[in-house]
């Protein structure tokens, strides 16, 4: 039985004060919930302060990127050995990295391959855009994305990745994908871990994202092959959030 995971993508919001707060509300919230996996994900500046909220707790930390270099010439980036002991999971390959930072397959799978081994859960994202969707080449996309970020991943490690799979067109847009089609879509990403890792690929976790709210989750989260939520707008909101982590299997 796969553990149900549940993160929050805070994206670029919130500031070390108030992720403290959010924090401190959500575990107030969450203390009752057992059976499904919890991370935060706050901006690069709050993840200690986020960390000291949460210690003592079961919610984990997660980053939303990092370099795939340890250390070197790279201003501005934060690379996994600074993260390692701090995070417990990484976000990497979001499509807002790929869309507005000109992220490639094979930075992403650097990066996956970095993470793992400095001890960081990568939840690695995919999705298909619009136009893709339009032209019938979501399951070509979601494969390419996927084998080319997990080239070299070893099978002792395949099941410390968390997929993360995000429609572009659905991420902060408020047209979440149907149920249905999640599960579709999930379970065409499980067939693709069977072909890498083998039977291994029935303890991966396999997350949606894209405009999850406490209205859609329940459904969604419902899914066989959906094994948790990746949650941006939403988990900015501690009721929100909290909500959607209810509606995770095991909880109701
Ligand atoms: C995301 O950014 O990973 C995401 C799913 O965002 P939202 O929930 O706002 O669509």
Redesign the pocket.
Known sequence: MRKQFVAG?W?MNKTVHEAYDLAIELITGLRAVRETEVALCPPFVALTAVKSAIANTMIRLGAQNMHDQDRGAFTGEISPVMLAGLADYV?LG???RRQHFGESDAFINRKVLAALRHGLRPIL?IGETLEQNERGETEAVLAQQLHAALTGVAAEDATNVVI?Y?PVW?????R?ATADDAQQRCAFVRAQLRDLFGALAEEMRIQY????TPANAPEILRQPDVDG???????LKADDFIAIVRAAKGNL
Request: charged share 10%.
């Open positions: 993508n994206k976000i979001h499509s807002e994202c993360a995000e659905a991420i902060g847009t408020g979440a994202g894209g405009s999850v939520a990746l949650v941006g707008g939403a988990s």
